[in-house]
């Protein structure tokens, strides 16, 4: 029998299957299909609730806001518009999608190294609370967008403070050879170009370091040296800095050996090393921003595939292939990511055996999991892996004219589409002979 800790909370295993919000995941699978991911309302919704709540107790004045990258579609923003949170958006696409359910913008952040002056006009016209500045061609360009619209808008500035997270490089933001934001020798240039114009209402400053972070702190590292630079600027040009975003990147735990930090850990880090920077350097303590994205969305959800052929090579591997693979999850093969496994069908079979977990599409490298023991397998099998809500769709790909997965959302019992699966016809709608 097989753990499932690293399931969502409503997870519980009935009659040798795996069950997920009230759901029979063999049931899900024939239903709606392989690959198929599987999205437990009630751990999305604990998770916003645990994130209000852990900050709110030791610091009131914080705004949770979804990072969207981690995935987004039309069902999840209706999800966090109902749980009060705001949205840090990266693209026209995603404002696209927020502004489709009614989510109030006014509460969106608007992120991005390379923001286009079409999704810089759509986010003015839609009246997005804060556009989160990277660059000084984004300054200019941003400036001119704004008078032609003729407001003021609300803007926070991106610094790198050059700290590293100790995660993957692919993953590590907030070092000086960053393509994101201003380096700290660059940023007393940026607030005066800034606080110059008539068109910016400068709030304060963000800053992100990086993705699937187990340490807690090179937060604290980077707080600290971004309110230093905020108190020289309030001595040079009087300027105090109303919100501190300190960005997202919580690791979440992916595997049973690699336990992460918990939510209220990482709040009460956050907290304290604010409130006691701030008032060691006499600033009055600005609005807090915490940008979690992979840490509310990755833990709720769960892939879920259909076992194909099995090839063994005595001596050395047995490999097991699912009809799934780096179209739907491409992070095992770009970031060396590593994930837990259940058979769905088998929760109660003892016996182990050590194998290898393939796509289907026509990359060698195209492995889910590496040895690892489950039951003996058959075709038809139901693979489950866990902590699949994050990245996995939102990178997904047509790679090898694959179609993307449906999506459903489970709760007590119920299961709603909330994707379906591509058709071919989708594949070649937009197509033009």
Known sequence: MYGISLFPQTTHIEGNHLIIGGCDAVSLADEFGTPLYVFDEATLRGKCAEYREEFAQRYPDTLVIYACKAFINRALAQLFKEEGLGLDVVSGGEIAIAHSVGFPLERAYFHGNNKSRQELELAIRWRIGHIVVDNFYELSLLDNVAKEAGISQQCLLRLSPGVDPHTHAYTTTGVIDS?????????????????????????????????????????????????????????????????????????????????????????????????????????????????????????????????????????LRKYVSVDGGIADNIRPALYGARYEAVVANKMENAFLERVTIAGKLCQSGDILIKDIDLPKLDPGDIIAIPGSGAYCLAMASNYNASLKPAIVLVNDGRARLIRRRESYEDLMSYDVI
Do not use: W
């Open 179 to 315: 393509k994101f934001g201003f380096p700290l020798a660059q940023a007393e240039k940026a607030l005066t170009k800034v606080m110059s114009s008539s068109y910016f209402e400068l709030k304060g400053f963000h800053f992100h370091i990086g993705s699937q972070i187990f340490e807690l702190s090179p937060y604290k590292q980077a707080i600290e040296i971004v309110l230093d630079f905020a108190a020289e600027m309030g001595s040079k040009y009087g300027f105090i800095p109303q919100e501190f975003s300190i960005g997202g990147g919580l690791a979440i735990t992916y595997t049973e050996d690699s336990p992460a930090p918990t939510i209220g850990e990482f709040a009460d880090s956050i907290a304290s090393t604010l409130l006691e920077k701030s008032k060691m350097l006499n600033l009055e303590p600005p609005r807090l921003v915490v940008e979690p994205g992979r840490s509310i969305v990755g833990p709720a959800g769960v892939a879920l595939y259909t076992v194909g052929a099995i090839k063994e090579i005595p001596g």
